[in-house]
């Protein structure tokens, strides 16, 4: 099945800074790569997404881009601010459920 | 607020026992998943459920259940509870079961074992 590998497992950035995250998917197959944000005590939150029919997707301060002939994609997060401070997470999938990254804790200090 | 919700909040529960777990999906969505997320697994795929049908099966143990009924909420059942099984559960939903999906999570139930 698809596995999903996440670095760094933290990180730790100035205010203003920029914050990139990687992750490399196991399964060719997987067409579809989200990126969730989470916060203590609450759910995952869906922040960006990416198609396998799409290089980079950009949303303000984020920006996702994708290697499907690596396999593997990453998040730029620029211009941080603390309240960017949380869990990520990437995934992956091909049907309907989303296999998921261990997680990066970001810390942004102001 | 992602119009997810779950219920309850927190569960705290002794060794052996029986608990369920309640989620209503958002307006309009006819599929929920639970995922389970504990310190050192991260969020682990269990369970989906289509409009009433289950889709795909992922880590879930054979202790563990989960239905959902004609009005689309989704019941997962816990039983003969070990430490173990202490953990955060996150249900979700999505319009379909296709690939591409958005999935969209509720604030999940704290389970403490004890």
């Known amino acids: 099945g698809e596995n999903v590998e996440q670095h760094p497992s933290t990180l730790s950035v100035q205010e203003g800074d920029s914050a990139v995250i990687k992750c490399t998917y196991s399964?060719?197959?997987?067409?579809?790569f989200p990126w969730y944000k989470q916060e203590l005590g609450k759910g995952p939150q869906l922040i960006i997404d990416?198609?396998?029919?799409?290089g980079e997707k950009k949303d303000q301060r984020i920006a996702v881009t994708l290697n499907k002939t690596a396999k593997h994609f990453s998040l730029h997060i620029t211009e941080t601010q603390p309240e960017d401070s949380a869990v990520y997470f990437c995934?992956?999938?091909?049907?309907?459920?989303?296999?998921f990254g261990q997680g990066t804790t970001l810390q942004v200090k102001p | 607020d992602s119009g997810v919700t779950q219920t309850p909040k927190h569960l705290i529960t002794a060794t052996g026992q029986r608990v369920t777990l309640r989620c209503s999906p958002r307006?309009?969505?006819?599929?929920v998943y639970w995922y389970q997320q504990s310190l050192d697994q991260g969020l682990q795929f269990l369970i989906q459920?289509?409009?009433?049908?289950?889709?795909a099966k992922g880590n879930i143990l054979e202790r563990f259940s989960a239905q959902q009924f004609p009005d689309l909420h989704s019941e997962l059942n816990l039983s003969s509870l070990e430490l173990g099984d202490s953990a955060l559960y996150f249900c979700?939903?999505?319009?379909?079961?296709?690939?591409?999906?958005?999935?969209?999570f509720g604030s999940g139930t704290q389970l403490s074992v004890l």
């Open positions: 990416i198609r396998s029919n799409v």
């Open positions: 995934a992956a999938s091909k049907t309907g459920k989303l296999i």
């Open positions: 399964d060719s197959a997987s067409n579809y």
């Open positions: 979700a939903s999505s319009v379909g079961s296709t690939g591409g999906e958005k999935l969209f």
């Open positions: 307006s309009g969505d006819l599929s």
């Open positions: 459920y289509y409009n009433g049908e289950e889709r």
